[in-house]
């Protein structure tokens, strides 16, 4: 009996996929990537913030505002960068970094399906995409293209009711 119970659930697990529902930042922004892909090829180094803002169809505020240390990163590239490891000419060493102000735009939309892989398997399926842009402007002034990162999901993952039930979560439940 067990037998056909675990045949007939491993059957239904690629066939009977369960919504998941999706994983979202800032979807209401924008219709598709397409869309924001071409709104940041519009945007030229030398552009004012308001330009930048009003191609973007965005304000400052619903952008996050990066510090000191995360527009280095982007720049420089982190901290193992030739520029700053001093094995490469520092293209940006004349820059008064208190004159940067950065912004990142970041745009998720990865729909979710979880199935059984294995009577004790659990399996989701991700698909969709995640973008993340830097903008860096110097003195009001975009100082270079954006820095585009991400693109497109297409994933599987898959999990034991083990991963769920560990000895933590076990201690935990019995209150010890």
């Known amino acids: ?3 056909f119970a675990t045949i007939g659930l491993s059957s239904c697990s690629g066939v009977l996929p369960v919504p998941g529902g999706k994983s979202t930042i800032n979807d209401s922004f924008y219709e598709s990537n397409t869309e924001l892909k071409a709104k940041l090829e519009d945007l ?7 330009v ?3 191609k973007l169809e965005r304000h400052k505020d619903e952008l996050l505002k990066l510090n000191r240390q995360s527009i280095i990163a982007a720049m420089y590239g982190g901290q193992n960068s030739p520029y700053t490891l001093g094995s490469a000419i520092n ?3 004349d820059i008064n970094i208190k004159s940067l102000t950065g912004y990142e735009l970041k745009y998720r939309i990865v729909k979710l399906k979880h199935g059984l892989k294995s009577p004790i398997s659990i399996r989701t399926d991700e698909v969709g ?13 975009l100082f270079e293209e954006p820095i585009i990162a991400g693109g497109m999901i297409d994933n599987s993952k898959s999990r034991t009711v083990f991963d769920y039930l560990n000895p933590g979560m076990i201690m935990k439940g019995a209150g010890l």
């Open 1 to 3: 009996m067990l037998c």
């Open 91 to 93: 293209p940006y060493k």
């Open 52 to 54: 930048v803002f009003a």
């Open 44 to 50: 030229k180094a030398g552009m004012t913030e308001k």
């Open 129 to 141: 995409f995640d973008y993340s842009a830097t903008l860096i402007f110097k003195d009001g002034i």
